[in-house]
């Protein structure tokens, strides 16, 4: 990885246990995660950068029980987002080489908990793949306002 997997920083084990306990599924997958942003305009416009990734057949059938039921697929995070697409809930390693954005059709990830992204890092325009810019705005101005701790630093927000 060159960043740190930031979402997963604030879920501990007994969080997840937590989750867990109120019905939450939990699968996991393997995944390389990229730099979202290197303050270069010209070099910030070429993310991300490929990203490997493995999805494990207990992950895969997860995501297979959890459609079958009508449920809901959350991403823990921007790269998990690429991954979940790029194997189209499949088991399997690979390589996500996609941009995702606002005009993507998402056909696993239903919903995304992410730290918050800054306008102009290509994982902010993956968060337009769940939400409108104006929401996007909104919600950015309203962490910004309450000192909310943005990217690696542990402040997530769900989108669903």
Do not use: C, K, N
């Amino acid at each position: 990885s060159v960043e740190m997997p930031s979402t997963g920083r604030p879920l501990a084990w007994p969080l997840l246990r937590e989750l867990e306990a109120r019905g939450v599924g939990l699968a996991f997958l393997t995944h390389a995660a990229g730099l979202s942003a290197t303050g270069d305009r010209a070099l910030d416009a070429l993310l991300p950068f490929p990203e490997r990734y493995e999805v494990p057949d207990a992950t895969a059938a997860a995501i297979g029980a959890a459609r079958q039921r009508g449920g809901r697929i959350v991403a823990a995070g921007t790269t998990v987002v690429r991954a979940l697409e790029a194997s189209g809930g499949r088991a399997g390693a690979g390589i996500a080489r996609q941009r995702i954005g606002p005009a993507t059709r998402l056909e696993v990830a239903g919903g995304i908990l992410t730290g918050i992204h800054a306008p102009g890092e290509s994982h902010y325009a993956l968060l337009g793949a769940f939400a409108s810019p104006a929401v996007l705005g909104r919600a950015h101005a309203a962490a910004a306002r309450q000192g909310y701790l943005a990217h690696e630093l542990g402040d997530l927000m769900l989108l669903a």
